[in-house]
């Protein structure tokens, strides 16, 4: 993964969001950490292309959790610098 100006984003960012997610949900699944997703768009007139790595939580479906995850889109805006980050909820149904 890499910053919107080509850095790497450093290992140890990674490991902190991972300790933090599986802090409040016990539990996460990470994609392949050499980013087999890319996501094109485009800000302020420049093209983008990013390295995606998908984390997967299962949660529950409540107010609250859906205020720890807008307010943890911030914190990983700030923490990445990225201007914007993607974060998804699906209703799931587990066997």
Known sequence: MKYNDGREIEAEKIKQIREELIAVFGALTVSSQSAP??????????NF????????IIAGSDRKTERFFKGYKEHLKRLLKQIDILITAQNIRTI
Do not use: F, H, P, R
């Open 37 to 46: 997703y890319q996501g094109s768009w485009k800000y302020g007139g420049v």
């Open 49 to 56: 292309i990013d390295d995606i790595i998908k984390i997967e």
